[in-house]
């Protein structure tokens, strides 16, 4: 349930009739997500219009809620000083996103439009490794000293707070900007207005560092319910903010990468229907490649029994659903602790207590599938109760295999410091294929008059 | 890099030699979400011990981070009066949320021990059918009317707020309860003393109704920015709010189950390393048993052609080859499509589109996975050019149906109002791996001497 006041209809006829000013005020009663949806819309030539339209005090926030492509439709067409004034608006960390996606050429003329001090930062963020802390911080926190009255911070925040990205976590530093404690605004105005800052500030702040990975943020956001997470440097100084807005898109991006890995495919940033066709079959074929490196060795492998399948063309039928079950039996088990590892249920520590607890499921699931397929085969080819027998026996093994290599082989692959989701799908289909295989002729030759 | 300056050993002395005195000071220092950490993981009769060290303030806070089975623990060794305290210290929210998991009789403790009030609140909210927007909200929000300057605003949520879950959202109501604006703490502050709420408030209101999906309480969140999100009921009256952490753990759960679905489970609601071998059992079983039927008609079709692979064995050696790579390039496109579904990026009306989209891509993947097999058959197999051109006319039709299948069926499956990620995986192999061998043999028939 999302109410909008003027649809879009409404909006474009403003637009033909070139009725600015009743557009404005439109424009000023709507959300600024939704302004820039709407300017998403338009053809390339009404965008700057629109843009141009808006209040000062919407443009920036329109602006960084834009595209990248969006967003250079518009630099193109506004004047310098207009690019000047929404550059030094913008938030540190909205600047930074824009400008890694720009080309060259605009990112220079954005820079050259920045104020010194906004240019000199812009420039020091984006120096920071992708997808670390620094690389997703903003520079617009709210700071407050130790010495200050309750009554003092307030009149801080209220004289400061234009400028920030929040104003709700309160950050204590001291003279050399080392983090001291951390209170927030709720904590101030429910105390009294000669409290101390400092008898009211929590000191065991939990902070990250600049160099750390943006899902640890992320992580410990969402574990500890804050607002935002101070950031500080090698020497314990407060250089940066992440809010948990920021902290939710990183969590989204990185669950839609952990979704492409397991899905056979090289993560990318672009949403799908952006994505042009040679760039998502690119991210496709390098593992469908490597997966069919998998069927090479299971091709193999049934190329050396050609003779056995000859003799007994019956066995021929159980191929697939072998090494299919066992390869949906592998990525149930996998799927369940490569998510694990991802929200941090699951450690490596955990190795054991996972094969443990797969070898005890595999065993009852193995046992259940076993005796399902016996009575099938049985049922369905009368007088093949050795092949219903060969069929059952291998299903077990089959199972218990998948579901112990499925569980340890994320672990594992963590511990290598290698990433679960990108390495478990591929290994485990082409090791549980081929040992399935070699599992089903194994026990065909031991049961079988072959 | 978290800082906690007790580490686990000190406070676990600090328990045994009952210096709980400055057990209590140490605890107080922590944050409130490690302290609940702390207290799970010690020995059962412990637990209360420790807990019931904490200080006042502190006490309800932690309780409603311990898992429900801890919360049991402690309820079963605490007196009446201490649970009739936590009770009414919680947040409708979070009481909600453990009484949906706590057995009959303790449930019937716990509300016999809360305030009337507070019973008869719990007592609603119980009734919201699950995974509502009813469901995950707090009735604790900070209301203001439209008539008060700021000045009143601002002593009233001091006088408030302590009770309230979050006071930086501000929802604006008239005497018969319904939503009129919304405002925050930042705009209250910046704003000058006798300004009235009326002309600060945002009357552009983004609501959600208590009946609907919690997944929508989430797009909106994550869309907008927001901190909370007022819930109303049928007559548009403010009944409650949902604050960004509640959603972020809504977010988390709904993407592991979607995982789950993906990899061919039913969802648990319980993390891996807390679920016993019984039901993690159940949970995989009917899915592969579903599966093991897609097995049995794939078998069907082999055995059909049980003579035609006697009499041309060297065929059977790129079965499991193409219905593999068939089913992962189909699986690459349904988890694209299911993600953007969950996201929210792509819509049912997109059909056509996405169907434009894969089929191109796919044409691209298949001509490419169609040479290199001719080649690689060509030079594995000598003289043998014939199947060579059959494997990869057959790779080429099935990567383009698998792809254009995989694309569409989610989108299919949402339209009919069904769970992409439930049905997407176990249809797809199934329809797949049939749709590949009947390919197979229709190319060998028409291109082989058989």
Chains 1, 2 share one sequence.
């Not at 439109?26 to 998403?40: C, H, K, S, W, Y």
Request: charged content about 20%; glycine content about 6%; overall charge negative.
């Amino acid at each position: 349930m999302e109410t909008r006041k003027f649809d879009d209809q409404v909006l474009l006829e403003l637009i033909d009739r070139r009725n600015f000013k009743q557009l404005r005020q439109a424009l000023d009663g709507m959300n600024e997500v939704d302004v820039a949806t709407f300017i998403e819309q338009l053809p390339r030539e009404k965008m700057a219009v629109v843009f141009r339209t808006l209040p000062k005090t919407m443009a920036a926030d329109v602006f960084s809620n834009l595209e990248p492509e969006s967003q250079q439709i518009i630099i193109d067409a506004i004047t310098d000083q207009e690019l000047s004034i929404i550059i030094d608006d913008l938030f540190v960390d909205d600047a930074v996103d824009m400008l890694e996606e720009l080309p060259a050429n605009v990112v220079k003329r954005v820079l050259k439009n920045a104020a010194p001090d906004t240019r000199q930062l812009i420039n020091q963020f984006l120096k920071y490794p992708e997808n670390s802390a620094g690389s997703i911080m903003t520079a617009e926190f709210t700071d407050l000293r130790a010495t200050m009255t309750v009554k003092e911070a307030i009149s801080h925040i209220r004289r400061t707070g234009q400028e920030r990205e929040t104003i709700y976590t309160c950050y204590v530093i001291d003279s050399a900007r080392h983090l001291e404690g951390v209170t927030t605004v709720k904590d101030l105005l429910l105390a009294k207005d000669d409290e101390l800052v400092a008898n009211l500030m929590d000191t065991d702040v939990i902070a990250v560092h600049t160099m750390d990975d943006q899902e640890e943020v992320v992580h410990i956001l969402s574990k500890y319910d804050f607002l935002a997470l101070p950031v500080v440097d090698h020497e314990s100084r407060l250089v940066g903010i992440i809010t948990i807005d920021d902290a939710i898109d990183v969590m989204e991006q990185e669950t839609t990468e952990d979704f492409e890995k397991m899905g056979g495919m090289i993560p990318s940033e672009k949403p799908y229907l952006k994505t042009g066709v040679v760039e998502l079959a690119k991210n496709r074929i390098v593992w469908l490649l490597v997966l069919m490196i998998s069927g090479l060795i299971t091709g193999g492998i049934l190329g050396r029994f050609e003779e056995t399948l000859a003799a007994m063309p019956i066995l021929v039928t159980f191929v697939t659903m072998l090494t299919g079950t066992g390869g949906n039996a592998g990525s149930q088990s996998s799927t369940l602790i490569i998510r694990g590892l991802a929200t941090g249920e699951i450690k490596t520590s955990d190795l054991f207590a996972v094969l443990w607890k797969e070898l005890r499921v595999s065993t009852v699931i193995g046992l259940i599938l076993a005796a399902a397929n016996y009575l099938r085969v049985v049922i369905m080819y009368p007088g093949q109760s050795a092949v219903a027998l060969v069929v059952a026996v291998t299903m077990f093994f089959v199972i218990v295999m998948a579901k112990t290599i499925g569980g340890m082989l994320p672990i594992v692959t963590q511990a290598l410091g290698a990433d679960p989701a990108l390495m478990a799908a591929p290994l485990l289909t082409t090791v549980v294929d081929a040992a399935a295989l070699l599992v089903y002729f194994a026990v065909a030759f031991a049961l079988l008059p072959i």
